[in-house]
């Protein structure tokens, strides 16, 4: 059964960071591409971070770049987004998905505000 576990979301002071983690089970994560997407309240879920299998190669929206960094540790089929410099506009909920986006997790919420 193909499962994947976000952590780590929670409440946070603008200029503020966070460390989100994906833990996955089902599947070999090292056969996948994996990626963070974002939603925020009134908005379409949107790509952000992605990081192919090796992690040698990614990529993040401009809205993220330069703050954010997509990681993994294939050995613990765990993804991580760290996300320093945090602004109000970055509060969503924030999910990961394996590369053919189709399975998701629940999400954890991420809140930006003083």
């Known amino acids: 059964q193909v499962q994947l576990v976000e952590s780590g979301g929670g409440l946070v002071q603008p200029g503020g960071s966070l460390r989100l983690s994906c833990t996955v089970t089902g599947f070999t994560m090292s056969d996948h591409n994996m990626a963070w997407y974002r939603q925020a309240p009134g908005e379409g879920r949107k790509l952000i971070a992605q990081i192919s299998t090796g992690g040698v190669s990614t990529d993040y929206a401009d809205s993220v770049k330069g703050r954010f960094t997509i990681s993994r540790d294939n050995a613990k089929n765990t993804v991580y987004l760290q996300m320093n410099s945090l602004k109000p506009e970055d509060t969503a909920v924030y999910y990961c998905?394996?590369?053919?986006?189709?399975?998701w997790g629940q999400g954890t919420r991420v809140t930006v505000s003083s």
């Open positions: 998905t394996r590369g053919p986006r189709d399975y």
